[in-house]
């Protein structure tokens, strides 16, 4: 942490973001839930005790999405104009790949939105499907891209 991040006292505090422009920005993160093929097939048949898996995290995402900065310690609260985001079946896993794009025009980027979107969608996809399967796995939660901002674009290799 530098100490631009730090108040007199030493601890934490946000970033000050008065002296930036607002821009647009967005980001886009994934992240996958592995599970038992019995699982699978539930959420496939939309046959879960507790309704369609795919479309509630799809909701619950853009939900968390909009909620960030509560969540997420010294996160400053930004308008979201877009949130995008699309849980689909994986055979190969077998599971759900989530996938969240978020975008905004303001004064800091949108990454921790579109990770807590993308995070917030897994999460819900085992709380729905977890009494066929407890041994459920998130995996590879991570930012693919952002764009935007003083430091520019950014793009997993």
């Known amino acids: 942490m530098t100490l631009s991040h730090l108040d007199a006292q030493g601890r934490p505090r946000m970033v000050d973001v008065s002296g930036k422009e607002a821009t647009r920005r967005a980001a886009v993160a994934e992240g996958e839930i592995r599970m038992s093929p019995e699982a699978f097939s539930l959420v496939e048949r939309n046959a879960g005790p507790k309704g369609d898996v795919l479309t509630t995290a799809e909701l619950a995402g853009t939900m968390a999405a909009k909620r960030t900065a509560e969540l997420i310690p010294l ?83």
């Not at 896993?93 to 969240?100: K, N």
């Not at 085992?126 to 935007?148: C, F, H, P, Q, W």
């Open 75 to 157: 996160c400053h609260p930004i308008p979201l104009e877009q949130v995008a985001v699309e849980a689909v079946l994986d055979p190969a896993l077998p599971g759900v790949r989530v996938r969240a794009t978020v975008v905004t025009t303001a004064r800091t980027g949108v990454e921790m939105e579109a990770l807590t979107a993308a995070g917030v969608a897994l999460l819900t996809v085992y709380d729905m499907v977890k009494a066929a399967d407890r041994g459920m796995e998130i995996t590879n939660l991570r930012l693919l891209e952002k764009s935007g901002g003083r430091s520019g674009d950014w793009h997993r290799t």
